[in-house]
């Protein structure tokens, strides 16, 4: 069982007060459940003491009784003999656990709906199945009619790549945890941005990591000089970096920076881990960067992660690494304690898809140039007040709030219908509540429904009343 | 890094020393090299000091000298500066890593190749694919139309199941990875049989688990006592058990074992975590048992972990767990960090199978007899001094060797072509020199095959030759 300290559960609650007229305990109450519903608090968590939570936000106990009291009632609390209290969600059905809560527009993922060519490419596939049936099917690495396309297109790319040097995953995320898992050891130092990807933070701390940050903002980019000084002074195992349009704010890194980067994790012995399932999402015209590890030198080239998640479709479960021989073969070695190998069926679709890769692509970068265009619009019109930097690529936007209400701004809009990862959900230790993530990848009506949605919660933060939704969601 | 302590390869060397007339220190490197070999030492291990091999082995250091000396010329060892000697393969090339090494007869797996109705329901599945192209396709619960197949099948073999109790998993193995890593800590003890099925135990002590072991053979079925006594002593957090038709011995535990089982769990507070990939293969004709979660009482269910993968297809990566609701979605919860959903294809196709199910299994158990006896009989006319339990059920004979050779007589399989996983990769602690897992699940001249390859091999044990193949293998 885990337990929250109130010095950390008081970090999490950072500005929770709001400025209702209502009683101090529903806030706090409120804000604790926003926190069990989007799982910055895990489920099964042990909440600090009353009295201890008490002294840390300067409240009184009676306060802090009360608003557990709220939180037991309503479900998201258990007091277990001896245990305390511990974080619960109100009665778990299918529903709740089920993609697309009905009536809600979720916008906690940032995906497109499928590209149409993987019916036609499923069907190919299912038509070749029947030559593979003779394997065992139980296959770690990867096709080789897969891995090849998968080299070649990174040999296209700019960073020459043999068959021999990839592996085949179930999507990125399972690449990011079979990384962590076979390169960390319980305490290590892990680099990543803040903000970055929850679930790849999750992942690093599963492992056993202690993260470390490093500031990436639409103002300045990334913080070179935090980048320097936090891989001089910590000297981290791995380093999980997303150069090329960074979830969430879009961003691509120079390659001045990318040059930097290497020199630096070479000197401080740090292995790179860079994750480009979004490198191909560009949405401005420019020069594309190449795959980052056409940086650096034999022997030490840092891992790419892929994946065609975003690019093609989330219901295609198709990732996978790029590493240096022995290196691979250390990560295939250490799949088996994970699981026993990528669907076959899916790779044959993957492999299908690539041979007619870039019109895939041109389809994206239409779909989201015309979202993201059309996002920034109906925010701008609504919420002048917010920053709303215009990515260059990806899926999101990251829209500064102008003061610290990110978790208020989330739990409104759930009233109002919209499901959003609140700013928090992308730091390391509760910050960036003055922030939000907006994915534009959506259909444009969708959008306008969010848009709306968002005026209304906007307008009504510090009115809002208690969700009884408890949808569990995964980020993407 | 994890270090080898020479105490600990000194118990994975049990009786190393081969009676040919070979140099010691030839027969100490075959013997550390088909440790690399067949994962019993992962890669990156480092291996002893010199000085403290020789001691623990009670050689003369030149002996253990000569012998790293051999196995660094092979490839298998670094000696890297400050690190000592770290365990490595030679040549990692993609051959290696493939499944199916060219001209070897793998019996690492115990599979069947796939049943033909996957090629018919794949193409039934693409033509589903459309109407679910508009979800997000990130799924980790399941969809519904097959979490409802899972659960009739369930309510059919007289277990009432609600599809609110099943997620669907990327195989067995996922589902022992997902559970072990929601359910322990580190340093908690987990109960596994003895022997026991490899990853599940890799799995296990990836999360942290100490494992303890409750003995089971084909002479005297599971040890009730040491089960008794193992569960009162240590109180696990959790006991992985195969009780119908368990890896490797193929036998099935008694209703009255299981209800004193769950009994037992009860009392310590473990949870049972059941592993019925194998449940419904039974080959000879008796009572079915019920799954076991039909013992217990409500909160307290066995965990319940199935597969398509050996009754279906090693390819078709689809596996699930049962659970009750609020430890179901603890573990839905818990799977982002390792992977974000199941394939949505794969689903389908799944589904699709469970239909007609009962006449897929009926062609499995045919194929099962067939090779079981035929196995049995080649094997008991070629080797009469070993001792062959007939398995009531499952994929795999456990043979006993009638002495500690199994290491050895693995060694000289493979250079007679075949591939196995000799015994000791199946206990907790090189235990089961005397045992060879050999699965009987293949075509009927491939059994021939192994069988005069054992047969040469077994005459030749003590006079093997070095074999330069590093076949990855995963055991399954």
């Known amino acids: ?88 969600l109100p009665h778990a059905t299918s529903r709740n656990l089920q993609d697309g809560a009905p009536g809600m527009l979720d916008l906690t993922k940032a995906t497109l709906p499928a590209i149409p060519a993987v019916a036609e490419a499923a069907v190919h596939a299912a038509q ?113 970096l997303m150069p090329d349009h960074h979830n969430p704010t879009g961003l691509a890194m120079s390659e001045e920076l990318r040059e930097k980067t290497v020199a630096l994790a070479a000197t401080a012995g740090t292995t790179l881990v860079i994750d480009e399932t979004m490198a191909e999402l560009t949405i401005d015209p420019g020069t594309p960067h190449s795959p980052f590890a056409v940086h650096g030198v034999d022997g030490s080239r840092p891992i790419l992660i892929g994946s065609l998640g975003k690019s093609v479709w989330g219901g295609l479960r198709i990732g996978w690494i790029r590493a240096e021989r022995p290196l691979l073969q250390r990560l ?44 920034l619009a109906v925010l701008g019109e609504r919420m002048p007040e917010w920053r709303i930097p215009s990515p260059p690529g990806g899926l999101t936007a990251w829209v500064n709030l102008g003061s610290p209400v990110s978790s208020q701004l989330t739990l409104a809009a759930r009233n109002e219908g919209v499901l959003l990862a609140a700013g928090p959900r992308f730091g390391i230790d509760g910050a960036f509540e003055r922030f939000l993530r907006i994915p534009f990848a959506y259909p444009l009506e969708d959008l306008d429904r969010a848009a709306d949605a968002l005026a209304r919660a906007w307008a009504s933060v510090g009115r809002y009343t208690v969700p009884e939704q408890t949808y569990l969601a995964a980020v993407v």
């Open 1 to 88: 069982m885990t337990i929250l300290s109130a010095r950390s559960l008081g970090l999490l609650l950072d500005a929770w007060r709001d400025d209702s007229a209502r009683a101090a305990y529903l806030a706090l109450a409120d804000r604790i459940r926003l926190l069990v519903l989007d799982g910055r608090i895990p489920l099964d968590t042990r909440l600090p003491a009353e009295r201890e939570l008490a002294n840390q936000l300067a409240v009184s106990r009676t306060t802090v009784t009360a608003a557990y009291s709220e939180l037991r009632d309503a479900g998201y609390l258990n007091s277990l003999r001896g245990s305390g209290s511990v974080a619960r």
């Open 128 to 240: 070749e199945l029947p030559s593979y049936l003779g394997l065992s099917g139980f296959d770690p690495v990867g096709l080789s009619v897969l891995r090849e396309a998968i080299a070649d297109r990174y040999t296209a790319r700019g960073l020459p790549t043999d068959a021999d040097e990839i592996m085949v995953t179930v999507g990125a995320q399972h690449a990011i945890a079979l990384v962590s898992r076979v390169l960390l050891s319980r305490g290590d130092r892990a680099l990543v941005e803040s903000p970055s990807y929850p679930h790849a933070m999750e992942a690093l701390r599963d492992a056993g990591a202690r993260l470390v940050g490093v500031n990436v903002s639409s103002d300045h980019g990334w913080d070179e000089n935090g980048l320097e000084q936090v891989m001089q002074r910590t000297s981290p195992t791995l380093a999980y």
């Open 332 to 375: 295939v070695r250490g799949r088996n304690s994970g699981d026993l190998g990528t669907p076959i069926l899916e790779q044959l679709i993957a492999a299908d898809l690539f041979s007619d890769f870039d019109a895939i692509l041109a389809v994206r970068r239409r779909q989201l140039r015309i979202g993201r265009d059309h996002l």
